[in-house]
């Protein structure tokens, strides 16, 4: 199937490195969430990735070629960069039926996904009359229209409602289990927390991970134990002994660090101290970006910026 590949891409601006020998692979049949700060160079990696700008050095490819060697590319890779490109005197249906004639798409695939991307009804409205969202719906149109086997997203939950968000995540998924490639950039951490199977992550054009998403919290964020209960006195001498400690967070709830459900229930349970909620806290997809790029900023900051 058809991958991404990123291999020593280095793009420069003027004295400005966008991104920084960046070398990493999205393969098909996942949803791979691509997250970093501001400016750290999500977008002109997809760029590279769809042509639109040549690398300084390095190269990006898909499924092993140039996209500008693609014929007919719209029906290789779909792409959403900036829901703002359709012309706003078309109407919805003309943009997309302009985009399927360019690449030699059938008529029939405009009407399906008008209907998949909820827009039918505003298919013969003109684009400047759309909302944010709607513009938003228009560019995952565009990018689904030629059936592509590898999807790039930048940031395609931008200014949907709930049901638009919940919508994109069952749709990324369903695309992902279809055996396409997945690309999506995000700032929303639990949105990506909800579709991303595996994430990679930059920090000023560079690699800062790339790893399972589940993985990716494990190794960052140590797990916790909730507990709700009437005797806190009981419940702290039953961990002490075990070098656990109860931390009050409100009255009769308790946090204890470090530790894992299963253990600190079989302690309570032993102890006969009296629960009444008992729940692990397995750490946060933004506890564990917030920590890495925490991390980042101190080891890259010179005495001088700090
Ligand atoms: N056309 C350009 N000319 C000059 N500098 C650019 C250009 N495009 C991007 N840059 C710079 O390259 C760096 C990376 O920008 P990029 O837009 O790729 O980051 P990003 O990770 O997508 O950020 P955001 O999350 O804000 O969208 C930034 O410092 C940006 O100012």
Redesign the pocket.
């Known amino acids: 199937m058809t991958s991404i590949d990123v291999q020593n891409l280095t793009k420069e601006?003027?004295t400005?490195r966008?991104?920084d020998h960046l070398t990493f692979r999205v393969p098909s049949g996942r949803v791979t969430g691509f997250l970093?700060?501001?400016?750290?160079?999500?977008?002109?990696?997809m760029?590279l990735v769809l042509g639109l700008?040549r690398p300084t050095s390095g190269s990006a490819t898909i499924g092993g070629q140039d996209y500008a060697t693609l014929r007919e590319p719209l029906r290789r890779v779909g792409a959403l960069l900036d829901a703002q490109a359709a012309h706003d005197s078309r109407t919805g249906r003309d943009h997309l039926r302009v985009l399927a004639a360019s690449n030699r798409i059938p008529d029939r695939r405009v009407d399906e996904v008008l209907v998949e991307t909820g827009l039918e009804s505003a298919a013969t409205r003109r684009v400047r009359t759309y909302s944010l969202g709607m513009r938003q719906r228009l560019g995952i149109a565009a990018a689904l229209l030629g059936d592509p086997e590898v999807v790039m997203l930048?940031?395609p939950s931008n200014g949907l409602d709930p049901e638009g968000i919940v919508w994109v995540r069952q749709l990324l998924r369903r695309l992902a289990d279809e055996g396409r490639t997945v690309l999506v950039?995000s700032?929303l951490m639990n949105e990506t927390a909800s579709f991303a199977d595996h994430l990679v992550v930059?920090g000023r054009?560079r690699l800062l991970a790339d790893t399972p998403m589940r993985a990716f919290i494990e190794s960052r964020v140590r797990p916790a134990v909730r507990i709700r209960t009437s005797d806190p006195v009981a419940l702290k001498s039953a961990l002490a002994p075990h070098g656990h400690e109860a931390v009050e967070q409100q009255e009769g709830h308790w946090t204890v660090q470090h530790a894992r459900v299963d253990d600190i229930g079989l302690l309570v349970s032993a102890a006969g101290v009296p629960i009444l909620e008992l729940a692990a806290d397995e750490g946060t997809l933004e506890q564990a970006y917030l920590d890495l790029t925490a991390a980042e900023t101190e080891f890259t900051a010179s005495p001088q910026e700090a």
Not at 36 to 45: D, E, H, I
């Open positions: 601006y003027g400005r966008a991104v970093g700060p501001n400016g750290a160079g999500k977008s002109t990696t760029r700008d930048d940031e950039s700032h930059l054009g």
